[in-house]
């Protein structure tokens, strides 16, 4: 059974910066296409960013030149890189396959705000 364990979130100011990682189990990680979601309070979860196997990577209109998703294959870890964080960023995000094929996290809550 694949586990997912997201890290790295915390409280940080308009303008800040934070780096998450999440941790997959599981050999069939570096095959998967990959992607980090989130969730604020009374909003449905959303697709923040993916990235393929080859490292290919697309973006949500809101957090495009913002957010950068990379991973590591070798540490079956993926990465997403918040940069000019906004108080609308402020949720609880997950990694999970593009198919969503994998049971949730935990999640890690970023906050935003002054």
């Known amino acids: 059974q694949v586990q997912l364990v997201e890290s790295g979130g915390g409280l940080v100011q308009p303008g800040g910066s934070l780096r998450l990682s999440c941790a997959a189990s599981g050999r069939a990680f570096s095959i998967n296409a990959m992607a980090w979601y989130r969730q604020a309070p009374g909003k449905r979860r959303e697709l923040v960013a993916t990235?393929?196997?080859?490292?290919?990577?697309h973006y949500a209109d809101s957090v495009k030149g913002r957010f950068t998703i990379s991973r590591d294959n070798a540490k079956n870890t993926v990465y997403l890189q918040m940069n000019s964080l906004k108080p609308e960023d402020t949720a609880v995000y997950y990694c999970?396959?593009?198919?969503?094929?994998?049971?949730w996290g935990q999640g890690t809550q970023v906050t935003v705000s002054s």
């Open positions: 999970n396959t593009v198919g969503t094929d994998y049971p």
């Open positions: 990235i393929t196997s080859g490292g290919s990577t």
